[in-house]
């Protein structure tokens, strides 16, 4: 949450004469603390008695905001950022944090004006580009999404959560090159973070290699055992790993490799069998690779099931 | 703080209310994967993919796309009809595979672009931690109706047909 903890440092209030104020910093001192041990729900009750005592202060709402953030109550994130604007509406890192709070609500047009609002404020904000390009990455815009991470890295080139993105999207795109070189960086920049080793596994899960990232993402859980998503994703590449799950893992893999996917397939295969019907060509390779085709259909059909039923029988570790 | 150009590509909006969560699924049923349709609707187009593809659009929060899917539909099975009776009076036996092959091609060309339409509301949702259903039993239901439906109109046409004779 590197980006909420921008607009703090433009007042530390040292020079500020009124005790009220030096209460108000000593919260927020204490909450950054709270927050960056973890402990959240003193975080947040330190910031919400120091509301009850000054409750016109922006940054007090903003701090509120940032522990509603990493709590996961998009709703309580939402008005505490709002309420920080209307003291003033100038704050791109408000803007910014409002608009993660509005993505993870579900309202991402909103979300898409707050970071619109964030960037208009401050051309040179990174990480509202990077934001700005998580928000676009998860609809589908993902050409979008590189640009604006790029200019995020030409004013941060050190950002790891930038490289950790731009690896997921290339990973996505097929450009296995480039998905690596920004997974590098992600982890050379943060190599204890779980989430570099996440985009790492992300990466070789593309690429063709479920063991290499099952590995991964085993690291990414030794740092981040409670993790929701990772341990979802663990289990999608466990699933992959299993012997009776493979050859559907390779399978899809390869459909997402071609163009026009398993409909180009299916046609090449019915063009096949057509030709051979047509002008009468008896080979007994055609007729196998066009059963191989017909079994391997029937076995996609129930490959779900097959490794769920293998899952139950035995269980990831 | 420097300023942003106001006509800076990156900083035009993208997103509509399309991509907002809050009305995909609302009436509690989850939309199908628009990838997965393309495949599973190709047996039962044009009648059968639409109907789906309509329900689709109702499912992600589209009421307005799902209509003018089915009007759509509508439109191109009368059109196909309207083909296929012009082909029967005229007795124009060797253009029969070529305007049945047009018509596959037009559909299936429709379907992806439909499902490209589809793709980023659905992705956007599923994102969110939303859970897609499965499409296996819809499409083979599409597929019987579509059967059903042109089995139907065929034997409309011949009685038709003989009534003018």
Redesign the interface.
Known sequence: MSLVKAPLMHDDGSNSPEAETNAADRALTLAEAYLESGRTELAGREIHSALGARPFDERLHFMAGRIALVREEWDEACKAFEQSLELDPEQ?GANCGLALALM?A????EA??AV?RA???????AWG?EVYAR??Y????LK?AR??LA?SLELEPDSASAHQLLSVIEAERQDSEAAKRHADLGLAHAPDEASSHAAEAVRLYAAGHPFRARAAIREALRIEPDSAPLREFYADVDRSCRWIYLPMYYWSWLVARTPG???TI?FAFAALYVVRRVYKVESLLLDFVVLGYVILMLYT?VADMLVALWIRLRPAR | ?????PD?D??K?????R????TVAAGGAAPWDP?SM??AT?FSLPLGAGVLYAINYRRLGQPRAALFTLLGTCVFVLGALAGAWWLTVDGAKATRPYVRLALTALG?ITVTLLSRHQ???F???S??GGEARSI?LAAVLAFVGNVLAFILLAALAVWLTDGSK
């Open positions: 791109p993870n579900g309202r991402r047009t898409e004006q619109l960037l208009q404020l401050n051309a040179e904000f580009y928000l676009l998860e609809t589908g815009h979008k640009k604006l200019k996917g398993r409909v299916w059909w | 703080m420097p300023k942003a150009a800076d990156l900083l909006p993208t997103l509509d209310e991509y907002d969560s809050a990838e393309v495949f190709f299936f793709k980023g509301p992705r956007a949702w994102n969110a296996t």
